[in-house]
């Protein structure tokens, strides 16, 4: 939700809403909290629009930032002129709408907030670049649209990879379903989105001879074949791996399973449906610290119907312990969540290089403290979402350096977006048919 000097209002434009959702992001609030709000307030002919229009001017933010930059001598302190100015320059620049309704339309937004006196900057900017729009359009699509201390990092970390690594980033992600194996198997369900004429494809997923459904064209979650009867669900090719990765080892019967830092709930879903045909579970607990969000998985799980399948609890991994330890411990870690900027493009607003180093921190009391709670023996996979080397790689060698009786365990990914590290695979959103950017590391707790 939003505040109510920003609110959204039905009255208002469909741009001056855009506007005000860039605001309230601007001031801190995440896309997902907002654009529920916007898209509620809009008619269903124009949701497709500004849902674009949004999504757009965010994930080119940076570089369009950049070109507003190079045509001011001082930035404008109502950071709503900025958003305006921002989205219309992506409008300008990305989307069909003729030059004059672009320059127009934007202008009758920032009236309608009461800004004026942002009309005139905004107009001469607008049509500096609608002039020499060839030269703009060709300067803006060079490098990445990131904030500069994030392209440092990744420059340093990806140097390899760096620059289609920036480009794909600015794209919007592709959409994987993982087929529910209780109700139907991955090339049944493909024959029900050929009879339903939902282009897919299937492709590897990167680990033993495993495959994934890739949709190949814009399809409603809501209306693929079976959806709410539990036989699908959306999961990104790279998450897909944990479950997997999983049944690569000898586990024990009767296995004991913690799921930390749980929610939404995917790969808790996952393990769940891989449960019994693959793994001979006797418990799961599934655990976060933040309620609401274990409202969601409730939720999946119960479309799944794998609701009485975990004891999940709202707790904190920094100091929860158990009586009786865990055979595998998989724990998707808080991070700064860089690879899943093309999905949640605020990311590269919100995100801070103080907010990554306290995760770091954070990342690092849940290890030693999990720790604790795993059997001599057992197994720990490590999982996060994100593309920097200090919150992946750097961390699980700092652990290891620090903890005597954990070794790391072997396994093996096989695409080429799947890269392999001192310790662990680091995944790269290189490609349009690629996950997005996730880390994995295994590690087994031994007798010293």
Same mark, same amino acid.
């Given at each position: 939700?939003?505040?109510?000097?920003?609110?959204?209002?039905?009255?208002?434009?469909?741009?001056?809403?855009?506007?005000?959702?860039?605001?309230?992001?601007?001031?801190?609030?995440?896309?997902?909290?907002?654009?529920?709000?916007?898209?509620?307030?809009?008619?269903?002919?124009?949701?497709?629009?500004?849902?674009?229009?949004?999504?757009?001017?965010?994930?080119?933010?940076?570089?369009?930032?950049?070109?507003?930059?190079?045509?001011?001598?001082?930035?404008?302190?109502?950071?709503?002129?900025?958003?305006?100015?921002?989205?219309?320059?992506?409008?300008?620049?990305?989307?069909?709408?003729?030059?004059?309704?672009?320059?127009?339309?934007?202008?009758?937004?920032?009236?309608?907030?009461?800004?004026?006196?942002?009309?005139?900057?905004?107009?001469?900017?607008?049509?500096?670049?609608?002039?020499?729009?060839?030269?703009?359009?060709?300067?803006?699509?060079?490098?990445?649209?990131?904030?500069?201390?994030?392209?440092?990092?990744?420059?340093?970390?990806?140097?390899?990879?760096?620059?289609?690594?920036?480009?794909?980033?600015?794209?919007?992600?592709?959409?994987?379903? @993982?087929?529910?194996?209780?109700?139907?198997?991955?090339?049944?369900?493909?024959?029900?989105?050929?009879?339903?004429?939902?282009?897919h494809q299937i492709l590897p997923?990167?680990?033993?001879?495993?495959?994934?459904?890739?949709?190949?064209?814009?399809?409603?979650?809501?209306?693929?074949?079976?959806?709410?009867?539990?036989?699908?669900?959306?999961?990104? @090719?790279?998450?897909?791996?944990?479950?997997?990765?999983?049944?690569?080892?000898?586990?024990?019967?009767?296995?004991?399973?913690?799921?930390?830092?749980?929610?939404?709930?995917?790969?808790?879903?996952?393990?769940?449906?891989?449960?019994?045909?693959?793994?001979?579970?006797?418990?799961?607990?599934?655990?976060?610290?933040?309620?609401?969000?274990?409202? @969601?998985?409730?939720?999946?799980?119960?479309?799944?119907?794998?609701?009485?399948?975990?004891?999940?609890?709202?707790?904190?991994?920094?100091?929860?312990?158990?009586?009786?330890?865990?055979?595998?411990?998989?724990?998707?870690?808080?991070?700064?969540?860089?690879?899943?900027?093309? @999905?949640?493009?605020?990311?590269?607003l919100l995100r801070t290089e103080?907010?990554?180093?306290?995760?770091?921190?954070?990342?690092?009391?849940?290890?030693?403290?999990?720790?604790?709670?795993?059997?001599?023996?057992?197994?720990?996979?490590?999982?996060?979402?994100?593309?920097?080397?200090?919150?992946?790689?750097?961390?699980?060698?700092?652990?290891?350096?620090?903890?005597?009786?954990?070794?790391?365990?072997?396994?093996?990914?096989?695409?080429?977006?799947?890269?392999?590290?001192?310790?662990?695979?680091?995944?790269?959103?290189?490609?349009?048919?690629?996950?997005?950017?996730?880390?994995?590391?295994?590690?087994?707790?031994?007798?010293?």
């Open positions: 939700m939003i505040g109510n000097d920003m609110k959204i209002n039905p009255q208002l434009p469909i741009r001056a809403n855009v506007i005000l959702t860039l605001e309230n992001i601007k001031q801190g609030h995440s896309l997902s909290s907002l654009l529920d709000d916007l898209l509620t307030a809009l008619k269903d002919s124009q949701k497709g629009f500004a849902h674009q229009l949004l999504l757009g001017t965010l994930r080119h933010w940076h570089a369009i930032s950049r070109i507003g930059e190079s045509l001011i001598k001082q930035s404008p302190t109502d950071i709503g002129i900025t958003c305006a100015l921002n989205m219309g320059l992506y409008e300008l620049l990305y989307m069909n709408t003729p030059d004059y309704a672009v320059i127009n339309e934007t202008l009758n937004a920032v009236k309608s907030l009461n800004k004026n006196y942002g009309v005139g900057f905004i107009n001469a900017i607008l049509r500096k670049v609608a002039d020499k729009k060839a030269k703009f359009t060709k300067k803006i699509q060079k490098n990445h649209s990131l904030p500069n201390w994030l392209a440092k990092e990744l420059k340093q970390d990806w140097g390899d990879y760096y620059e289609n690594l920036g480009q794909n980033l600015r794209k919007s992600a592709p959409i994987f379903l @993982r087929v529910n194996g209780k109700f139907s198997t991955l090339d049944k369900y493909a024959d029900l989105l050929n009879s339903a004429n939902i282009a997923l990167g680990v033993a001879d495993e495959r994934v459904i890739k949709l190949t064209a814009s399809q409603k979650v809501q209306s693929l074949p079976h959806f709410q009867d539990g036989f699908v669900s959306v999961q990104d @090719r790279h998450a897909q791996l944990c479950g997997h990765i999983l049944k690569t080892l000898d586990l024990p019967k009767n296995l004991r399973l913690l799921d930390a830092c749980t929610a939404p709930g995917g790969k808790l879903a996952q393990l769940l449906e891989l449960s019994n045909d693959v793994f001979h579970v006797e418990h799961i607990t599934a655990l976060d610290n933040d309620e609401k969000r274990l409202n @969601r998985v409730h939720d999946n799980l119960t479309r799944l119907a794998l609701a009485d399948g975990a004891k999940v609890i709202c707790a904190d991994a920094t100091n929860y312990r158990t009586d009786v330890s865990f055979d595998v411990i998989v724990l998707d870690a808080p991070c700064s969540a860089t690879g899943v900027i093309r @999905r949640h493009p605020d990311i590269a103080q907010d990554v180093i306290q995760t770091v921190a954070l990342q690092a009391d849940i290890l030693q403290n999990l720790w604790q709670n795993l059997m001599v023996g057992g197994y720990l996979l490590y999982i996060t979402c994100s593309l920097l080397k200090i919150e992946n790689e750097k961390q699980i060698l700092n652990f290891l350096a620090n903890t005597p009786n954990a070794k790391t365990v072997d396994f093996g990914l096989n695409l080429p977006s799947q890269i392999k590290q001192t310790v662990g695979y680091q995944c790269l959103p290189l490609s349009d048919d690629d996950g997005d950017g996730f880390y994995y590391a295994l590690l087994q707790k031994v007798d010293r």
